[in-house]
């Protein structure tokens, strides 16, 4: 069971996602 793995992935993603699109 990797569900806090997934989470923690998706969440570093959508910061990063969040960052690009402000940043643009």
Known sequence: IY???II???FII???FK???KHK
């Open 14 to 16: 959508w910061k990063w």
């Open 19 to 21: 960052r690009q699109r």
């Open 3 to 5: 569900i806090v793995l």
């Open 8 to 10: 923690l992935a998706i």
